[in-house]
């Protein structure tokens, strides 16, 4: 499994450091590995690391981080051994990142097509203003907006919640990365919209074959879309595994605590892919 | 490095010691402050501000007179110090009636939010005027009267406390026990002194601090182009625009004693806004 | 479509000046009568007798009850006559428009130095926030802050002109005996470049550095300040965090946040600006610049009572027009300001 794996972490410890000598562990002896077309639930509450995680990887740390241990990504070698300049070649063409809030991630003063554009200039895209945007659209009505160059000219205030979100995994995903880290990229979006955004997700990861690094609280999304999971407790991981071993015999008991929580799916014989 | 051998209790620790300089800060600020406006009153015996000596005219520095002599040979030490009588009385007379005037005002639009959303429009309207001009045509058109200065700062400072009293209000009235205290029917001002003030004094002392500060530095502008109090009281605006010409020719110390003090005032007002900021209850949350 | 909107946004706003107006005015002609001061008094002198003082008072026409005065200076107004000058008897707008082109001259320049400076250490110190870079920002801050503007003047008459003697002292606008290039704007150095005049512009330029440098670091501290806070709070955006994900580089990333706190940014650049045309009024006295600012100190002083008031109602007046302007401005630059377009979608 190492050997197809888009990201590999191990023993990742983060803390920060406070004033005057002081520091606080947010994640300590972390280990992940995010195969090639998987898709890899990351759960834990809040103060549980994810987020100190999801910064190592993306090479966005706080000033104040000191970060150690191995994260591996296919065709870079360790990340954290990697300079800034090459981290931010990374970041967008070979990492793609999708935050909670579609509509608060783009920029409120540019159109769409205008953040393609410095997107696609900032990786040396070739290609004139018109070539640019040809392909945004393209990359927007991959992911199923309707009337893509009607879209382009639109701010992003002009967007629902969900075209946002839509917008940016067009973003995200425009340059055909390896890795997709969405964290809870769902929370902010109705139900049915919820459904929408995961299914294109899901569709995303089949036709392209990427990885997907999963972060939400919600074990249903986990049981019905993640291949693995992983479970964070206060800067630990006390669970990893296959979905369906983790949820039919959860060790720790963090985990089962989550399970048993209402809402969550049923611990004996998992959700399958067809959900319900 | 030694801060790894002792360490306390980490974030405390370095949470009072930020305290303690804040403290420090303060207190610090407000002794310069009260020696500058209480030493001409206490020690005036000490001063000769009115003497002059057309023999002594624009000595340096000396040990007979420390920051020198001015151009009519008047001691530029005791003028100085004499100036503190002037200057900082009308900074704080302007600043504490601005404050008594607004305040009240600004707690009322605060707590009615309706009328205060209207009452604002106005104090926008308001503070759009070009208030220099406006404080300088008051005070030239009394002929430079002090009470026409305060007069003219309070109306220039006056807005800027309801807005940030409004403000505090606003958000303080929303609080939980605000409300519950509304609904056992405490009467309104009842609240907003009982409930309300107390949760609001330290950022209202901090801008008035601010406010303070613009004060001073318009009350020192007004006495340097000659429109405020008229000489030969002495005030520090007034002495350097009368040390202009020598200073031009390379005489620096009737210049530099006002303007230092001018900017040491300005810089201790400042930081006793910060300080009381950083030490308030705000600067333990953030 | 009838009319495109964004005439239809300027001409509302434009349709709303002359109550603007009418508001400011009011206020400063009661500011100005209703307090406690007697003009007469003061222009009499402390020695006046009481015959002297109540001459004046007629001339002036105080005597006359509030609300007469009032309409009668409203009537002249919209006559288009602000008055006359107590002192010299030459009629008040005539020298508003001799001097405004040497205020300008002098504030515009000032007040972009100030925009490059202040935006320059607001940047660092909402980029840096909480490390070393920050806090030497800070203090710069609070130093030029401290600073009264006329005291940088003295300071920097002294180092460049007295001491090492590189620039003009405060002598005005040119030098000792240059003559005056032709008028045709009014402002020195743009009439010189008109009449291609080169030595006169140098010059003009030479004794332009000292004022503008004192205006523009003394209001770059303002703008310093609310830049960081705008900065800052930009900086600490959803967009930012996804903008930097998508690996766009630090300079792109604070371009970004400068464009969010763009339209805010204007907006106090243009309180500034409004401030500034009788705010530089201290630094011409100090520079003998003879523009507006110290044609004001000087009717200030002779308190030329038609000039105080048609000065007030000036300054007012060009607020308001300079608050339109960027009120334009800012619908045109933040698409979210509702100015018409988008209605078609």
């Not at chain 2, 980490?10 to 002794?31: D, E, K, P, T």
């Not at chain 2, 009519?72 to 200057?87: C, I, K, Y």
């Not at chain 2, 405490?186 to 613009?214: G, M």
């Not at chain 3, 150095?189 to 030479?206: H, K, N």
């Amino acid at each position: 499994m190492t050997n197809d794996a888009v990201l590999s972490i191990s023993d990742l410890s983060v803390h920060y450091e406070l004033a005057r000598g002081t520091s606080a562990e947010a994640l300590s002896g972390a280990h992940l590995d995010v195969g090639r077309g998987r898709v890899h639930g990351l759960v834990g509450g809040s103060g549980s690391g994810k987020s100190s995680l999801i910064k190592a990887v993306l090479g966005l740390s706080a000033h104040n981080a000191r970060v150690s241990g191995r994260i591996d990504f296919a065709g870079a070698g360790d990340l954290l051994r990697c300079s800034a300049k090459e981290l931010r070649r990374l970041r967008g063409s070979q990492i793609g990142y999708i935050g909670q809030d579609g509509a608060g991630s783009l920029h409120p003063l540019m159109t769409v097509g205008a953040q393609f554009r410095t997107f696609f200039r900032q990786h040396r895209v070739p290609g004139s203003r018109a070539r640019h945007l040809a392909r945004a659209a393209e990359c927007l009505s991959e992911v199923g907006m309707p009337d893509p160059e009607a879209v382009l000219r639109q701010y992003p205030f002009q967007l629902s919640g969900g075209m946002a979100q839509r917008v940016v995994i067009a973003i995200a995903t425009a340059l055909s990365p390896a890795l997709v880290l969405a964290d809870e990229p769902t929370s902010a979006l109705d139900l049915t919209v919820q459904r929408r955004v995961l299914d294109l997700l899901a569709g995303l990861r089949a036709d392209r074959g990427l990885g997907i690094l999963l972060i939400t609280h919600d074990l249903g999304v986990v049981a019905h879309y993640c291949d693995e999971v992983t479970v964070l407790h206060r800067g630990r991981v006390v669970e990893s595994g296959p979905v369906r071993e983790v949820f039919a015999d959860p060790r720790d008991p963090y985990t089962r605590a989550l399970l048993r929580r209402p809402g969550a799916p049923e611990p004996a014989p998992p959700a399958g892919r067809e959900g319900r | 490095m030694t801060s790894v051998t002792h360490r306390p209790t980490g974030r405390s620790s370095s949470l009072a010691r930020a305290r303690r300089r804040a403290r420090i800060q303060l207190w610090g600020s407000v002794a310069v402050i009260a020696t500058l406006v209480l030493y001409p009153y206490l020690f005036g015996w000490t001063l000769e501000p009115f003497s002059t000596d057309a023999a002594r005219v624009l000595e340096p520095p000396s040990a007979q007179h420390w920051f020198g002599t001015d151009r009519v040979g008047a001691d530029l030490l005791s003028r100085t110090l004499w100036a503190g009588r002037t200057d900082l009385p009308l900074t704080l007379a302007a600043t504490l009636l601005a404050l008594v005037i607004g305040a009240p005002f600004g707690a009322w639009f605060g707590y009615s939010a309706r009328l205060g959303e209207r009452m604002m429009r106005l104090i926008d309207a308001f503070q759009a005027l070009p208030l220099l001009i406006l404080i300088l045509a008051l005070v030239a058109l009394s002929g430079g009267k002090a009470y026409m200065i305060v007069v003219a700062i309070v109306l220039y400072a006056a807005p800027s406390f309801v807005r940030v009293v409004r403000s505090e209000v606003l958000a303080v009235s929303t609080a939980r026990y605000v409300e519950a205290a509304r609904a056992y029917g405490v009467s309104t001002p009842r609240i907003l002194i009982r409930h309300v003030l107390p949760n609001v004094t330290e950022i209202i002392l901090a801008q008035a601090a601010l406010i303070a500060a613009s004060a001073f530095l318009a009350i020192s502008s007004l006495s340097f182009l000659g429109v405020g109090v008229a000489p030969p009281t002495p005030t520090w605006g007034g002495m350097i625009a009368d040390s202009v010409s020598a200073l031009i020719s390379g005489i620096w110390w009737p210049t530099l004693f006002p303007g230092l003090a001018v900017f040491v005032n300005v810089v201790c007002f400042n930081l006793i806004a910060n300080a009381i900021r950083s030490t308030g209850r705000s600067g333990e949350l953030s | 479509m009838k009319t495109p909107p964004l005439l239809r946004f300027v001409l509302v706003r434009v349709a709303a000046l002359p109550f603007t107006i009418l508001a400011v005015l009011s206020i400063s002609f009661l500011v100005t009568s209703v307090l406690p001061v007697d003009p007469a008094k003061t222009i009499a002198g402390p020695m006046a007798t009481d015959e002297v003082v109540a001459g004046i008072r007629e001339r002036l026409g105080l005597d006359r009850p509030l609300v007469e005065r009032f309409t009668g200076y409203l009537g002249s107004l919209l006559g288009g006559d602000l008055g006359s000058s107590y002192a010299t008897g030459q009629p008040v707008s005539g020298e508003i428009a001799e001097r405004l082109p040497a205020t300008l001259t002098l504030i515009i320049p000032a007040l972009a130095l100030a925009a490059v400076v202040g935006i320059g250490l607001g940047v660092v110190g909402a980029y840096h926030a909480g490390r070393r870079p920050a806090s030497a920002s800070g203090g710069i801050v609070t130093v030029l802050q401290a600073v009264p503007d006329f005291l940088l003047a003295l300071v920097l008459v002294v180092v460049f002109a007295t001491g090492l003697g590189v620039l003009p002292g405060p002598e005005g606008q040119l030098s000792i005996g240059t003559d005056v290039p032709p008028r045709v704007t009014g402002s020195i150095p743009v009439d010189a470049l008109l009449a291609g005049q080169w030595p006169v512009f140098a010059d003009a330029v030479r004794h332009l550095i000292l004022p503008v440098l004192t205006l523009g670091l003394t209001y770059s501290a303002l703008i310093a300040r609310i830049s960081r806070a705008l900065l800052g709070n930009a900086l600490a955006m959803e967009c930012v965090r996804f903008a930097r994900a998508c690996g766009w580089s630090e300079w792109r990333v604070v371009r970004g946040a400068l464009l969010i706190a763009r339209v805010p940014l204007l907006t106090y650049t243009a309180v500034l600006l409004a401030g500034l045309i009788g705010g530089a009024a201290i630094i011409e006295k100090v520079f003998s610049w003879g523009g507006f600012g110290q044609w004001t100190v000087d009717s200030m002083q002779k308190v030329d009572l038609p000039v105080i008031q048609a000065i007030v109602l000036f300054a007012g007046g060009a607020t308001v027009v300079v608050y339109l302007a960027m009120d334009v401005l800012s619908g045109l630059l933040d698409p979210r300001i509702p100015i018409g377009r988008g209605k078609d979608r």
